[in-house]
């Protein structure tokens, strides 16, 4: 009974501290500081308390996330120098992409030898990530211009901030850019696309050879791939720390103040997401049949990991993980998720296309809706690979503005807030690509609608 009351507990004192602290911001009642301190750790305890009655990883990695960002809150100075568990896990986490897709990519094509398998998931997949990316690309542009955040912004007298400049990609550095020239280059530089080409072309080679050439060659690779997922779930073990880290140093190097100043430009971007995932991602899942509740559950952790390190990278291996253990075959996880990373960031497609027309709009500059497509479709291709770099978006725009002539100052106003807003938007990156795995497993007529993803949950 004792442990059953602890989910009410947690629920009361955090209520009553998110309360008091409301209150004393907005002056309705004046409390002391370390009054309000000593509740909201309160609070925190009976969370920590609710996560043991859990014992789940998403739980905590939850609840790491309002240590993190109470711990930046409260004591900015320690939380700047937490950054570095948060580097920790992210550079634990690189070094498991590219082995673990070129274990599964190798595996699922020559272990199955039907090359028009791949040829098919190949279209089959392109096809689902420029329909749904088109989808989000008009959603970010009706949004900015129903808000028009943008409108009534006066240039600040001085910017001291500074953005590496990125000249604007042709379409035939966009496509020379997938195919890697020094395997061992792409992998050791994070190249997710140009590490899912050659895993392909060498699965396919493998598949074309003699079977007792290919047998050493295949078991090599499946025992990789077992390998590489059994280092996924010793990482993850550190995943409540890291992302705790990542969250403290975010909130402790910007304040929670920041979000007052552009909460117009952040609530357009949650609002847009948010309604991308109900009119476009939710609607997909009804169509095709997905589990809605097993496919939540599978996603809460990859999601969250996502959300707080800003980068899809981070989240991959636990992502294809779930998707294997909720019925997708490993061949079309390890095909679509790499491949979608590339193709099909649907919360960054959506966001560049919003920060686009909110520069125009805070210059007054006045676009015609055909001038938009032209430097939202710009922003498609030249956004392609960006989903393994934390604030890639942010350079791609200042280099896209470049090339349409916009100026450059209103890009350091969404500086203020762009890792807020990249957390949103990786977070649905992550969430679309799983998706897309599910739908092409389904599509394929192969996903196992039995298979038991309790394992998953119970890490």
Known sequence: MKFKAIPLITLITIFIAALLTISNHYQIITIAEPVLLIVRWLAIASLIAFGF????????????????????????????????????????IKTIVAPLLFGTLVYGIAGHSDLKQVGRMGWKSLVYFEVVTTLALFIGLAAINISKAGVGINPPPAINETLESVPAQSATEVILHAFPENIAKSMAEGQVLQVVVFSIVFGIALAMVREDKRRPMLKAAESLSEVMFKFTNIVMYFAPIGVGAAIAFTVGHMGLGILVNLFQLLATLYVALIAFVLLVLFPIALFFGVPIKKFLKAVAEPVSIAFATTSSEAALPRAMEAMERIGVPRKIVAFVIPTGYSFNLDGTTLYLSLAAIFVAQAAGIEMTFGHQLVIVFTLMLTSKGVAGVPRASLVILLGTAASFDLPVWPIFIILGIDELMDMARTSVNVLGNCLATVVIAKWEKEFDENANHNELLEL
């Open 53 to 92: 009655t859990k014992k789940t990883l998403t739980a905590w990695i939850l609840i790491s996330m309002v240590i993190g960002a109470e711990i930046g809150n409260d004591f900015p100075a320690i939380a700047i120098n937490l950054q570095v568990l948060s580097k920790i896990f992210l550079k634990m």
